[in-house]
């Protein structure tokens, strides 16, 4: 990605995890392309509940790892979850992407996204979370990379130290 904002945040546990995720979906408008990279049992899950509390959702959020996706209502959005772990090729699953992804009423997270990076668009966030092995088991290290297009993200953002351009 060019021209893109970084934030840094450390999460000292689950619910730092999913408040950053909640201050995250209150600004959602629609359209946007989250990509999640993480290691298994990294937080992504706790961080998409965050994101569809705050973008107005009610529903249960779980990992889609069985099912590959999950769609969670929020207000006028839909928030789109896949999961592409237990995949060797997206197959259809690929197509049904692009065609949500094309959709502004839609917010799109993707984990494991390798197989279909062809089929994302350059324009997405990347949250990255890392356990960072400083104090406790639970504590990650999470950066957030956002193009210009999406600056509202960071407007207000949680504490955390955030960077320019790379």
């Known amino acids: 990605m060019s021209d893109t904002l970084q934030l840094r945040v450390q999460s000292k546990g689950a619910e730092q995890t999913e408040a950053l995720g909640e201050s995250l979906g209150k600004r959602l408008r629609g359209g ?62 690929a197509d049904e992407l692009a065609e949500i992804i094309d959709d502004e009423r839609n917010v799109t997270v993707v984990e494991w996204s390798d197989i279909v990076k062809q089929v994302l668009p350059a324009t997405r966030l990347t949250i990255t979370i890392n356990q960072s092995g400083l104090t406790a088991e639970d504590e990650r290290q999470i950066i957030i990379e956002v193009p210009a297009e999406y600056s509202y993200m960071l407007q207000a953002a949680p504490h955390g130290k955030q960077g320019g351009e790379q």
Not at 60 to 80: C, I, N, R, W
């Open 32 to 93: 946007e392309v989250i990509e999640l990279v993480s290691d298994l049992g990294g937080g992504k899950t706790t961080l998409v509940r965050g994101l569809a509390r705050g973008a107005g959702s009610h529903d249960h959020v779980a990992s889609p790892t069985f099912t590959m996706s999950k769609v969670y209502e929020a207000g006028d959005l839909q928030l789109h979850h896949f999961d592409f772990y237990r995949l060797d090729e997206a197959g259809i699953l």
